[in-house]
């Protein structure tokens, strides 16, 4: 058994002149215009429902920062409950507004606890050097070879080994 469907948009429109005043433009309309999209309805997903809709909404002449304002006017609205909101924006990687404030909170701890962590280790690493060598002056000798840069470095390497976050 075979099934097949089709969806169909229609966009008919005509325009009828005004003789009896000059208008400025005039030339700009067509008299007449008339848009027919099909697509094959039983292979469509969703998503490509979407799609479809939006080509026509295209050629009536809406504008693509509407199609998208609209689009999202489905899932963030008043009727729409927090819980599916939270779910796209999770889905899409959005923050919602409420959560900003929060989000900004944890960025700003999480900013500070590594510039602690940060100088924290340097501190530790160039006391450690200066102790080594003061008791053992051959780890001092190995180290005079290396260049500031070099240096710099090896503090990185070993700050990434110890804490790699």
Known sequence: MTYESEVQFKFDATYTHDYTVSHFGDDDFLPEEHFLITAPAG???CKQYFKLFEKFMLCV???PSSIRSGAMSFVFNDMVKEEEQRKVCKEYELTMDEDLEKKYQ???ERDEEWARLKNHDKENVVSSVIEARRFNPSVFEQLI???DEQLEM???MYEQSKYPF
Request: hydrophobic residues 25%.
């Open 106 to 108: 944890e960025y700003k």
């Open 154 to 156: 090896m503090i990185d």
């Open 145 to 147: 070879g290396y260049t």
């Open 61 to 63: 002449g809406m504008d």
């Open 43 to 45: 292979d469509l997903n």
